[in-house]
C-alpha cells in the first residue's frame, strides 16, 4: 500500500510538473491515471483545474465541484480561496438554465438529456442551442428551443396544460327486467298535439263553399229556364241533385 502511494504521489507530481510546462492535455491524463488508483478530492480537482485549463468547461464545472464538496478535507479548505475563483472563472464560459412550474413529477429534458422533474430542475451548458421538453401524462408536452449563452442564465416557467377529454363511447341500452317484452318504437303507441289550424284549412269549410256555389249555380239555372220543361233538363240528360 505504501508503494502504491507513493506511486499515486508520483504520478500527481509529474501531472504538476505538466501543468507549469503548459502541458495541459498531458498534465489531465496523469491525474486521471492517478484517480483510478486513488480518489481524493486533491486528485478530482486537479483533473478540474487541467480542464479549465483546456477549456473543457462543462467537465471542469462538475469535477471541481464534486471535490469542493469535501469541505472538510484538509487540502481543499487550505486551497479554497483559489478552487473558488476557479470555480467562478468556470461558470462564466457557462450558461445555466433553471425551469420551474408545474405539475410536479414532469420531466424535464434538454436535448433529450434529462435533467430533472419539476417543481424545479436545473443545470449548467455550454453555449449552444438545446430544446427544452417537459412532459408529463395525460398533458401537452411543453417545447422550447433556448439559446445559452455563456455567463448567462435562462429561467423557464411552465404549467403544463390537462390534454382534452376523449369524447366517451355511447353506452350500450340496458337489458329489459325478467318478463318485460321489448316493444320496437313504431309499436309504441305515440302522442301527438295536432298543430294549429286555421278555419279555411278545415275540410268542412270549403264543402260548405262548394256547396254554395253549387246551389247558386242551380238558382240561377232555374230561374233563366222556368217554363221550359218544368224540370231542370236540357238537351243533356238530367241530373238529380
Not at 510538473?17 to 489531465?28: I, M, S
Not at 449552444?128 to 455563456?150: H, K, M, P, W
Not at 301527438?192 to 260548405?208: D, K, S
Request: hydrophobic share 45%.
Amino acid at each position: 500500500m505504501a508503494d502504491e502511494a507513493k506511486d499515486v504521489a508520483k504520478i500527481v507530481q509529474r501531472g504538476i510538473d505538466f501543468r507549469k510546462a503548459g502541458r495541459d492535455a498531458e498534465a489531465l491524463a496523469e491525474f486521471q491515471r492517478a484517480a483510478k488508483i486513488e480518489e481524493s478530492p486533491r486528485i478530482t480537482a486537479q483533473i478540474a483545474l487541467a480542464e479549465q485549463a483546456l477549456g473543457l468547461w462543462l467537465d471542469a464545472h462538475r469535477d471541481l465541484l464534486a471535490a469542493l464538496e469535501h469541505s472538510d478535507d484538509s487540502w481543499i479548505r487550505k486551497n479554497r480561496l483559489t478552487l473558488d475563483k476557479s470555480r467562478e472563472a468556470i461558470e462564466s464560459n457557462l450558461g445555466r438554465v433553471e425551469v420551474w412550474g408545474a405539475p410536479s413529477g414532469a420531466a424535464v429534458t434538454l436535448d433529450d438529456k434529462s435533467i430533472g422533474k419539476l417543481p424545479s430542475a436545473s443545470t449548467w451548458l455550454a453555449p449552444t442551442e438545446a430544446t427544452l421538453r417537459v412532459s408529463a401524462a395525460g398533458y401537452e408536452d411543453f417545447v422550447r428551443l433556448l439559446n445559452v449563452n455563456a455567463d448567462s442564465r435562462i429561467r423557464e416557467h411552465v404549467d403544463l396544460r390537462h390534454l382534452l377529454p376523449h369524447v366517451a363511447a355511447a353506452a350500450p341500452a340496458e337489458a329489459a327486467p325478467a318478463g318485460t317484452s321489448l316493444t320496437s318504437h313504431s309499436e309504441m303507441p305515440v302522442s301527438v298535439q295536432p298543430a294549429h289550424v286555421w278555419f279555411y284549412e278545415r275540410w268542412w269549410f270549403w264543402t260548405a263553399i262548394g256547396a254554395g256555389v253549387i246551389a247558386a249555380g242551380t238558382g240561377t239555372w232555374l230561374l233563366t229556364h222556368r217554363g221550359s220543361s218544368g224540370v231542370g233538363c236540357s238537351t243533356s240528360p238530367c241530373s238529380v241533385w
